[in-house]
């Protein structure tokens, strides 16, 4: 194997996987990347068995082949050079000499039959989506996955078809829920079934969205979500479980309705945040007319009280929420007003953009 | 204080002065937990099989104690610590450390300190109470056990190598029979002995432990009195009548320790992460060291605490069938760690939460049922409810819990 690439080119390539790279250390060859030079290009990939990342560049391929490098190392190497263009040789040992300019290199290799499969995009059909709406579909979600291991069918976004070619994508820890609509240009065909997405992979396609203009595809093959896009295909293994029913969660016919500023919200609760106490994050939420109020207390700290006016008339209203979770919601949502649906003291509270129907958090109180 | 429960004993009944006493359990299986002087004489000492009591000393009178009476004495005792101390760090129902730092102006000498003590703690309980005085806790504590019976002993900071030297290093805190055999194969028996030994002989013998048994022989104590130090753990745990092997007699007891545990854990509005399941095995094990039934311990810690009985009753479950221990069973024990106040719980949006609610109130409703018709009065059924009447029970009172005066 042997090839010259651009060394900008090379530095992209492995930034982009060095988020995937098994650092645990659990198998010893998925810290390295497997480099594979194909006559016509030059992939770079990288897996920890649950997200894989092909990255396809440009090079002037000389001898055609593939080999394994400590990832972590090969990147840090490639950024320090500092020619515009690099040599790559896998000679006849097992060593890969980089020359840049004056500069080279013999690292030692492990031979890239020993690297796991990559399931392939080969024979998966693909829908195209925009990218700004798979990363809102993520932003607007993926705060309230959980991150409790044993949990494992939470530790992703939920994603299914609903009517009329919508996707919905949910995501539940057991206390809260975010929860929001979106009409893709063409409908995604292979969520009739539902899928959950587990959140590094989410992470790793939010990035990727990120840095796209436009569209990228997405397919899905062997229990797997493919994320396309010319240079880069993101393999992402789902989570393989039964997500909670979460359509019983959402509360039907709440009693009390309020609507706020969200940013005058948002800046009180960060206040009274301040005082939370450290572990519950509890504070108090209590509605009388014409008012909220908000109030936290700390033995160790001492109390926290702000009002914000509102337009409600009706009986005192008290519950607790978790201070956290309630600057995770108002920070996914952006419209200007912000409507606060109650039911009972001991009932979820729904939170929801005035002005998108589509979406909607919801988060459940804590008992004082 | 002096073989407390055994002197509230003989305080309340004439009959029983000057009488060896011992109070603790007295079926085939019970220990002693409190001996009076007289019993003393004989060799009794507490935590000692009762049989054995009994055949050293067959004059004896035995009685079941009663926890209540002893607390409430205690309350009484620790008021009158509170008269003489800001700072009182109760380490068990009868003693207790008094930080006296900067109390002179105010009360006198140390020395007068303690003989006023005395005195008003006779003259309002009717009891004994041995005082230790010394610059570090370690050497009051020491100090306390020098005074006793009924004395007073005051060890001054010029006085401090000349009282710890003689001494046997047992007396250190820490040093058990496993540590002190290991010292004394190395020729060191006293804390004298242990001061004079090279620090690298000391970490050979005890590991890093070493190096803290060898400050604190030299009267470093650094620790301050804690008045408000918190519970750290509760326990409870009881002896069969005979060792088993039947999970459902072993079950069935940890069920009722559980609930115990639990009802602790409400009553001073705490919550625990951490369970712990505590087995001693039948079989005695050799090597040094008074504990002869090998122990086993297994502990899991929970997403959320509880001060649920239901709750610790199946972690100490499963804790006990993961542990697969297939010898017969002497002892069962449920204790609980990683403490927190009973903050504000995070409801569930997945769970019915009138469900955890049917659960917080079903306790209450527990809890009310046994403070007024007591603690027998109402049980879970464990499915063997019939095999839950043989469990003894036996409370450990552990330093700074809930039930402290």
């Known amino acids: 194997m042997k090839f010259s690439v651009e060394r900008e080119l090379l530095v992209q390539g492995l930034g982009r996987i060095q988020a995937v790279v098994e650092k645990r250390g659990t198998l010893p060859i998925l810290a390295n990347v497997l480099i594979r030079a194909r006559p016509e290009e030059l992939t770079l990939s990288a897996t920890d068995l649950e997200v894989g990342v092909v990255s396809t560049l440009n090079a002037q391929i000389e001898t055609p082949g593939e080999v394994t490098l400590g990832a972590r190392v090969l990147y840090e190497i490639v950024r320090e050079l500092e020619e515009p263009e690099l040599t790559l040789h896998l000679d006849e040992g097992a060593r890969v000499k980089i020359e840049s300019g004056s500069a080279n290199f013999s690292l030692l290799s492990i031979s890239a039959e020993e690297y796991p499969g990559l399931p392939g995009a080969d024979s998966t059909t693909f829908a195209e989506v925009d990218a700004k709406l798979l990363a809102e579909l993520i932003d607007r979600t993926l705060f309230a996955t959980s991150t409790d291991d044993t949990r494992y069918n939470l530790n992703g976004v939920y994603m299914e078809n609903v009517e009329k070619g919508r996707v919905r994508c949910v995501a539940t820890d057991g ?102 106490h450290e572990r519950s994050h509890g504070f108090g939420l209590v509605l009388t007319s014409g008012q909220i109020e908000l109030r936290a207390s700390n033995p160790d700290l001492g109390d926290a009280r702000e009002l914000i006016p509102v337009d409600y008339s009706g009986d005192r209203f008290e519950t607790s929420l978790n201070a956290r979770y309630v600057l995770d919601v108002l920070g996914s949502i952006s419209s200007k007003e912000l409507v606060i649906e109650l039911i009972e003291e001991i009932s979820p509270v729904q939170f929801r953009p005035a002005d998108d129907p589509d979406q909607l958090s919801v988060i459940m109180p804590m008992r004082t | 204080m002096d073989a407390f429960y055994a002197s509230v004993e003989q305080r309340d009944d004439p009959a029983l002065r000057g009488r060896p006493v011992i109070v603790g359990g007295t079926s085939m299986r019970g220990v002693v937990t409190a001996a009076s002087y007289e019993a003393r004489r004989f060799g009794v000492r507490s935590a000692m099989p009762s049989v054995e009591a009994r055949a050293l000393c067959p004059d004896a009178v035995f009685l079941p104690g009663d926890m209540g009476r002893y607390r409430r004495e205690s309350r009484r005792v620790f008021e009158v610590f509170g008269r003489f101390s800001p700072s009182v760090e109760g380490i068990s129902l009868d003693e207790a450390f008094l930080d006296l730092a900067g109390t002179d102006r105010l009360l006198g000498s140390p020395g007068r300190v303690a003989e006023q003590l005395r005195a008003e703690m006779r003259r309002e309980t009717g009891l004994a109470v041995s005082v230790g005085i ?272």
Request: net charge positive; hydrophobic share 40%.
């Open chain 2, 134 to 405: 010394a610059p570090v806790k370690l050497v009051a504590k020491i100090a306390s056990g020098e005074a006793k019976p009924d004395g007073v002993c005051i060890v001054a900071a010029a006085a401090l190598r000349a009282f710890l030297d003689p001494l046997s290093v047992g007396r250190i805190w820490g040093v058990g029979p496993v540590a002190y055999a290991r010292l004394e194969a190395r020729g060191i028996r006293t804390i004298g002995e242990l001061c004079r030994c090279a620090p690298a002989e000391l970490t050979r013998a005890l590991g890093p432990f070493g190096l803290r048994v060898a400050a604190l022989a030299r009267g470093a104590d650094l620790r301050e009195v804690e008045p408000y130090r918190d519970a750290r753990s509760l326990s409870e745990e009881g002896t069969f009548s005979a060792d088993t092997r039947d999970p459902g007699r072993i079950e069935a007891a940890l069920l009722v320790h559980a609930e115990a545990v639990a009802r602790r854990l409400r009553r001073a509005e705490i919550r625990a992460r951490t369970i712990t399941l505590k087995l001693r095995l039948g079989a005695r094990a050799p090597g040094p060291g008074r504990v002869r039934y090998p122990l086993r311990t297994r502990s899991v810690t929970l997403r959320r605490a509880t001060d649920d009985g239901g709750r610790i009753a199946t972690s100490a479950r499963d804790l006990f069938v993961r542990a697969e221990i297939r010898e017969p069973i002497r002892l069962v024990g449920v204790a609980v760690s990683q403490l927190e106040s009973a903050d504000p719980v995070q409801l569930s949006l997945l769970a019915d939460p009138r469900e955890s609610d049917r659960v917080r109130r079903l306790n209450r409703a527990l809890d009310q049922v046994r403070d007024r018709f007591g603690e027998a009065a109402v049980g879970r059924a464990s499915g063997r409810a019939d095999r839950a009447d043989s469990v003894p029970l036996s409370v450990q009172i552990k330093r700074g819990e809930d039930e402290r005066p």
């Open chain 1, 175 to 276: 206390h809260r829920l975010a929860l929001i609509e979106r009409s893709p240009r063409s409908p995604v065909a292979f969520l009739e079934t539902g899928i959950i997405v587990p959140r590094k992979a989410l992470a790793e396609i939010r990035k990727l969205c990120e840095e796209t203009e436009g569209s990228v595809e997405i397919g899905l093959d062997g229990g797997f979500l493919m994320v396309r896009r010319p240079d880069l295909l993101l393999t992402a293994r789902l989570i393989d479980g039964e997500f909670v029913n979460y359509q019983q969660v959402l509360p039907q016919n709440p009693t009390i309705r309020i609507v706020l500023d969200r940013e005058r919200l948002l800046h009180a609760t960060r206040r009274v945040a301040l005082v939370v």
